[in-house]
């Protein structure tokens, strides 16, 4: 090889090494390491037994705190009233991880799908890296109650990746939101 040959060599080695990660870096979003974040991800924990399917799942930053967004559809034939869940915020420069549990009061009919958006802000401190994971514990309709067992086990198992916990709902009779006078035949 000839110095002229190994300088070009050298040459298209540099440019490269200086091109590719300013090229590759172009299209991204550069996003702040110490501030709060004004929409957060979160994953969603499905549930097969339970009649409702949770989707599109984020926080989203408001003045008084985060606020969960999310698109909730109902596969009952009979309208849901509410819901129940437990959040897990991982913060990955931290092993310690918070749980929350929220409730929500809605009214969508059978078969119908909505956006949902609670009425109470969580107070949360969430920066980028944090990993939210959400499983709805309860789902409530006016004769029934869906109820996940052990549902901060099987958030914790699905966090550290083990998908072989799967969570598994139990349905009960909902005797605290039936309507007054009406009949139940035994």
Request: charged share 15%; proline share 6%.
């Given at each position: 090889?000839?110095?002229?040959?190994r300088?070009?060599?050298?040459?298209?080695?540099?440019?490269?090494?200086?091109l590719?990660?300013v090229?590759?870096?172009a299209?991204?979003?550069?996003?702040?390491k110490?501030?709060?974040?004004?929409?957060?991800?979160?994953?969603v924990?499905?549930?097969?037994?339970?009649?409702?399917?949770?989707?599109?799942?984020?926080?989203a930053k408001?003045d008084?705190?985060?606020?969960?967004?999310?698109s909730?559809s109902?596969n009952?034939?009979?309208a849901?009233?509410g819901?129940d869940?437990?959040?897990l915020?991982i913060?990955?420069?931290?092993?310690k991880?918070?749980?929350?549990?929220?409730?929500?009061e809605?009214k969508?009919?059978?078969?119908?799908?909505?956006?949902?958006?609670?009425?109470?802000?969580?107070v949360?401190?969430v920066?980028?890296?944090?990993?939210?994971i959400?499983?709805?514990?309860?789902?409530f309709?006016?004769?029934s109650?869906?109820?996940v067992?052990?549902a901060v086990?099987a958030?914790q198992a699905?966090?550290?990746?083990?998908?072989?916990?799967?969570p598994?709902?139990t349905?009960?009779?909902?005797?605290?939101?039936?309507?007054?006078g009406?009949?139940?035949?035994y």
């Amino acid at each position: 090889m000839t110095g002229a040959f190994r300088k070009a060599v050298a040459a298209f080695f540099l440019m490269a090494a200086i091109l590719i990660p300013v090229f590759s870096a172009a299209g991204q979003a550069k996003l702040p390491k110490s501030e709060n974040l004004q929409v957060v991800p979160i994953e969603v924990v499905q549930v097969l037994e339970q009649p409702v399917n949770l989707g599109e799942a984020v926080l989203a930053k408001t003045d008084y705190g985060y606020v969960l967004k999310c698109s909730i559809s109902n596969n009952l034939g009979t309208a849901i009233i509410g819901l129940d869940y437990v959040l897990l915020v991982i913060d990955p420069n931290n092993p310690k991880q918070a749980i929350l549990s929220g409730s929500e009061e809605f009214k969508l009919q059978g078969h119908a799908m909505k956006n949902l958006v609670s009425k109470t802000p969580l107070v949360l401190n969430v920066s980028q890296g944090y990993r939210l994971i959400l499983i709805p514990r309860r789902v409530f309709d006016p004769d029934s109650i869906w109820e996940v067992q052990n549902a901060v086990d099987a958030l914790q198992a699905f966090a550290s990746g083990d998908y072989s916990v799967t969570p598994k709902a139990t349905r009960v009779t909902n005797l605290v939101d039936t309507p007054v006078g009406a009949k139940v035949i035994y």
